[in-house]
Nanobody, 124 residues
């Protein structure tokens, strides 16, 4: 079992920045990719970004490309999401996920473990 705990959410103004972190603990599964998804009120949960186990491959939703950067530490237990140039439409609960994607890093069903989520609110 893997536990994921997100931190770093909060309130920011449009154009500002926030950094989210996700710490993995427990029976950390070797080779696991990690990703971030988000869910805005009344909407489905959407893919934001993902990173491979090695960190050598990263994937981004078109809506955040060029503004958000995903990274993971050398110990492979923490993944971060640096969010710059924030927009009000980035407001959502952000979830960290871990798994072994086979078909696509962007699909929820490819991830086995999920954090509880952290709220990000961006004011205009």
């Amino acid at each position: 079992q893997v536990q994921l705990v997100e931190s770093g959410g909060g309130l920011a103004q449009a154009g500002g920045s926030l950094r989210l972190s996700c710490a993995a603990s427990g029976r950390t599964s070797g080779g696991a990719a990690m990703g971030w998804f988000r869910q805005a009120p009344g909407k489905e949960r959407d893919f934001v970004a993902a990173i491979s186990w090695s960190g050598g491959s990263t994937y981004y939703a078109d809506s955040v490309k060029g503004r958000f950067t995903i990274s993971r530490d050398n110990a492979k237990t923490t993944v971060s999401l640096q969010m710059n140039s924030l927009k009000p439409e980035d407001t959502a609960v952000y979830y960290c996920a871990a798994g072994h994607p086979f078909h696509s890093y962007t699909l929820e069903k490819e991830y086995d473990y999920w954090g509880q989520g952290t709220q990000v609110s961006v004011s205009s």
